[in-house]
């Protein structure tokens, strides 16, 4: 009697269990295919299809809240109200360089020509509308039917094809110097890979349908730059060695490859670029007898080539009749004022002369 009462007893959970199951899949089912109700904030009915009446990244962000915080951290979302930008372009008055911080959509110009600066809310820079707005559908990885605006696929999104609309430079360096030096059988990389690195997650959030949508493989919007999920092995130090010199200078000789990216290091036209590579001689004690630097900028003939070796001579001025032992190697990215730095490779090894 007790067996048959825990199996019956089992069996009733089971059922409620498995009746709670439909009467989710009966709700999710009714709203998918009989359509819940849009908010009139972000959308209104027009025949079959809806369209967004708030386009503008907080609209967006009504679904899509992870990514537009990534968005808003990124150069991008900066592009058209940053300070440097606004100085270097005196006030915005230089016209040639405004379109690529305020286009128009990008995917609804013929072959992906030069960007046009659109009319309104530029105070928006490189928005959501400018990379996926695609006539009266967004563009992306997935489509869907559903929700407050149609979506197609645009595989153009994950390739070089969009973003060299407004970075020309580093799309030309890289059919310049990095496709050539890729060894046979070796994969190509594109921007996204480095600078859009995917992972698994919904691509919607904040609403009853995005609970049963999957994860799926998405792209960080937030654009990394100097992060080192990015920049970890790209940089690699070959060899150091040292020459000692007339007048009590010793020449540092540093040999570095650029591993990791798909164009010169540094790489752009605009603003301020600059490795800054800093060596330190030290005794045997680990005390320091000097130390000297030398900063590559964008544009140098010094530029780091990806995958060729790149010696710089850097002298150092002893100020002690010690001789160095050690040589301590710092490399960074800094901007104008120095505010921030970037550590791109460290090293510390006994010295070899030359």
């Given at each position: 009697?007790?067996?048959t009462k825990?199996?019956?007893?089992?069996?009733?959970?089971?059922?409620?269990?498995l009746?709670?199951?439909v009467?989710?899949?009966?709700?999710?089912?009714?709203l998918?295919?009989c359509?819940?109700?849009?908010s009139?904030?972000?959308?209104?009915?027009?025949?079959?299809?809806?369209?967004m009446?708030?386009?503008?990244?907080?609209?967006?962000?009504?679904?899509?809240?992870?990514i537009?915080?990534?968005?808003?951290?990124?150069?991008?979302?900066?592009?058209?109200?940053?300070?440097?930008?606004?100085?270097?372009?005196?006030?915005?008055?230089?016209?040639?360089c405004?379109?690529?911080?305020?286009p128009?959509?990008?995917?609804?110009?013929?072959?992906?020509?030069?960007?046009v600066?659109?009319?309104?809310n530029?105070?928006?820079?490189?928005?959501?509308?400018?990379c996926?707005?695609?006539?009266?559908?967004?563009?992306?990885?997935?489509?869907n039917?559903h929700?407050?605006?149609?979506t197609?696929?645009?595989?153009?999104?994950?390739t070089?094809?969009?973003?060299?609309?407004?970075?020309?430079?580093?799309?030309?360096?890289r059919?310049?110097?990095?496709i050539?030096?890729l060894?046979?059988?070796?994969?190509?990389?594109?921007?996204c890979?480095?600078?859009?690195?995917a992972?698994?997650?919904?691509?919607?959030?904040?609403?009853?349908?995005?609970?049963?949508?999957?994860?799926?493989?998405?792209r960080?919007?937030?654009?990394?730059?100097?992060t080192?999920?990015?920049?970890?092995?790209?940089?690699?130090v070959?060899?150091i060695?040292?020459?000692?010199?007339?007048?009590g200078?010793t020449?540092?000789?540093?040999?570095?490859?650029?591993r990791?990216?798909?164009?010169?290091?540094?790489?752009?036209?605009?603003?301020?670029?600059?490795?800054?590579?800093?060596?330190e001689?030290?005794?045997a004690e680990?005390?320091s007898?000097?130390?000297?630097?030398?900063?590559?900028?964008?544009?140098d003939?010094?530029?780091?080539?990806?995958?060729?070796?790149?010696?710089?001579?850097?002298?150092?001025?002893?100020?002690?009749?010690?001789?160095?032992v050690?040589?301590?190697?710092?490399?960074?990215?800094?901007?104008?004022?120095?505010?921030?730095?970037?550590?791109?490779a460290?090293?510390?090894?006994?010295?070899?002369?030359?």
């Amino acid at each position: 009697m007790t067996r048959t009462k825990h199996i019956r007893t089992g069996n009733a959970r089971r059922g409620i269990v498995l009746s709670r199951l439909v009467l989710l899949l009966g709700v999710s089912t009714c709203l998918v295919f009989c359509g819940a109700k849009p908010s009139r904030k972000r959308c209104e009915n027009r025949g079959p299809k809806k369209a967004m009446r708030d386009t503008s990244p907080n609209g967006c962000a009504e679904c899509h809240a992870c990514i537009t915080q990534q968005w808003k951290r990124s150069a991008h979302a900066q592009s058209w109200v940053d300070p440097q930008y606004v100085a270097d372009t005196e006030d915005r008055q230089a016209s040639e360089c405004l379109p690529c911080h305020a286009p128009k959509p990008v995917l609804e110009q013929k072959g992906i020509a030069k960007p046009v600066l659109r009319q309104r809310n530029r105070h928006h820079g490189v928005d959501c509308v400018t990379c996926h707005k695609r006539g009266g559908a967004y563009a992306g990885p997935y489509s869907n039917r559903h929700g407050p605006h149609p979506t197609v696929v645009d595989r153009r999104l994950t390739t070089a094809a969009v973003c060299e609309t407004c970075h020309e430079i580093e799309a030309q360096e890289r059919t310049d110097y990095y496709i050539p030096s890729l060894d046979l059988g070796q994969k190509e990389k594109n921007c996204c890979d480095c600078h859009r690195p995917a992972y698994h997650d919904r691509l919607t959030e904040g609403h009853v349908l995005s609970l049963i949508h999957p994860k799926r493989r998405v792209r960080d919007h937030s654009f990394p730059v100097w992060t080192e999920r990015v920049t970890k092995g790209a940089l690699e130090v070959n060899r150091i060695t040292a020459n000692s010199m007339d007048g009590g200078q010793t020449e540092v000789t540093v040999t570095l490859t650029n591993r990791g990216a798909g164009h010169l290091m540094p790489t752009g036209e605009f603003g301020h670029r600059e490795l800054r590579i800093q060596v330190e001689l030290l005794n045997a004690e680990g005390q320091s007898l000097g130390q000297g630097n030398h900063s590559i900028f964008a544009k140098d003939e010094s530029g780091l080539v990806p995958g060729e070796e790149t010696p710089f001579s850097i002298p150092v001025e002893v100020t002690s009749n010690a001789s160095p032992v050690k040589v301590k190697l710092l490399v960074e990215r800094l901007n104008r004022d120095r505010s921030f730095r970037y550590t791109l490779a460290e090293d510390e090894r006994l010295l070899v002369e030359e």
